[in-house]
């Protein structure tokens, strides 16, 4: 690392989504009804990465790793579900 500013900071990074099992499952949750076919599925999780000013980054993986979700998440199209996030 060197002594430039840090552009993006990632620490315990975690990104989720809720996935709906039926339609009425959606709709009961929509109103904050105990619906039983939904879950949380970990799509993304980050222990720390630090980027600073001026460096380069690749970001490789297979199908489905989550490079898109790291992207977006650093981007600020979508929120994190816990973590902290420093752009």
């Not at 619906?35 to 000013?53: F, H, M, T």
């Not at 489905?64 to 998440?73: D, H, I, V």
């Amino acid at each position: 690392m060197s002594d430039a500013p840090l552009s993006v900071r990632l620490d315990g990074l975690t990104k989720a989504y809720r996935i709906y099992h039926r339609p009425v499952d959606r709709l009961l949750d929509s109103f904050r009804v105990a619906a039983r076919g939904v879950e949380d599925r970990v799509v993304l999780e980050v222990p720390s990465l630090q980027i600073s000013a001026g460096e380069r980054v690749g970001i490789i993986g297979f199908n489905g790793s989550g490079k898109t979700t790291l992207l977006k998440l650093v981007a600020g199209l979508t929120p994190p579900t816990a973590g902290t996030l420093e752009t």
